[in-house]
């Protein structure tokens, strides 16, 4: 809702630039899948090695959360 009202205020002051963005934003959004991709590939990575490193420690009976 937020957003929708900084936009709309936007559009009052400058219009041709709240329209530019109206019209990019669906651009910038398709551009930016790959890069949520690599994150959420870098994000199963590190939890894997990260349970990889625990393992002996649960492995030992250390202090669980």
């Known amino acids: 809702m937020v957003k929708f009202l900084l936009w709309l205020l936007l559009l009052l002051l400058c219009w041709p ?17 790959p890069f949520r991709i690599l994150g959420i590939a870098f994000e199963g990575v590190f ?18 959360r």
């Open 47 to 64: 939890a894997l090695l990260r349970a990889i490193l625990f393992l002996p420690a649960r492995l030992l009976g250390g202090v669980r």
């Open 17 to 33: 630039l709240a329209l530019l963005a109206l019209l990019l934003w669906p651009i910038v959004w398709i551009i930016s899948i």
